[in-house]
Antibody
Framework: QVHLQESGPGLVKPSQTLSLTCTVSGDSISSGNFYWSWIRQHPGKGLEWIGY???????YYSPSLKSRVTISVDTSKTQFSLKLTSVTAADTAVYYCARGRTGYEYNYWGQGTLVTVSS | SSELTQDPAVSVALGQTVRITCQGD??????ASWYQQKPGQAPVLVIY???DRPSGIPDRFSGSSSGNIASLTITGAQAEDEADYYC??????????FGTGTTVTVL
């Protein structure tokens, strides 16, 4: 059974970089044909797709966040990370990591982690 | 802003059928997947592809598509189906997007 778990600071100051890690168990990020993704949800709002890194190593980001986002895989191949630069209060959200069969069919999700941007 | 539009809220009587729609030009080309999200929980995939259900999803959930509208139907809604539902597909630029979400209330 695949399990994903997000971790990282729950509070980030404005203008700084938000960094989160997703630890994967029960699978290897570099095997198969999967899309290891980050998705966020602003408080009381809908879901927003951030981007993915494919098992092959290629990454793809939301056009609206592309200039600030980097998704990468740890050398252990059991973790992937999200970095979002120059954050503002608008980046306050619950951040989920997920594994997708495609870029839009996510069958495994982490529990989510709330990140608040505030001074 | 999302290019997949959903009705904000729908209600259904216990045991009856409800259809949740997702509208967007990209749906003429791509399937939509559907997620159920209950308060404080991560979304759960309930429908993907043409009309496939992940293991463990009841068969009262089904999906369909016509033109630029994708639909999720719950046949014989149960109290535990009360949740937010989101569609998910590609957008017109080829990126990925979620729908605006629909809150389903079971009366």
């Amino acid at each position: 059974q695949v399990h994903l778990q997000e971790s990282g600071p729950g509070l980030v100051k404005p203008s700084q970089t938000l960094s989160l890690t997703c630890t994967v168990s029960g699978d290897s990020i570099s095997s198969g044909n999967f899309y290891w993704s980050w998705i966020r949800q602003h408080p009381g709002k809908g879901l927003e797709w951030i981007g993915y890194i494919h098992s092959s190593g290629s990454a793809y980001y939301s056009p609206s966040l592309k200039s600030r986002v980097t998704i990468s895989v740890d050398t252990s191949k059991t973790q992937f990370s999200l970095k979002l630069t120059s954050v503002t209060a608008a980046d306050t959200a619950v951040y989920y990591c997920a594994r997708g069969r495609t870029g839009y069919e996510y069958n495994y999700w982490g529990q989510g982690t709330l990140v608040t941007v505030s001074s | 802003s999302s290019e997949l539009t959903q009705d904000p809220a729908v209600s259904v009587a216990l045991g009856q059928t409800v259809r949740i729609t997702c509208q967007g030009d990209s749906l003429r080309t791509y399937y939509a997947s559907w997620y159920q999200q209950k308060p404080g929980q991560a979304p759960v995939l309930v429908i993907y592809g043409e009309n496939d259900r992940p293991s463990g999803i009841p068969d009262r959930f089904s999906g369909s598509s016509s033109g630029n509208i994708a639909s999720l139907t719950i046949t014989g809604a149960q109290a535990e189906d009360e949740a937010d539902y989101y569609c998910n597909s590609r957008d017109s630029s080829g990126s990925f997007v979620f729908g605006t979400g629909t809150t389903v209330t079971v009366l």
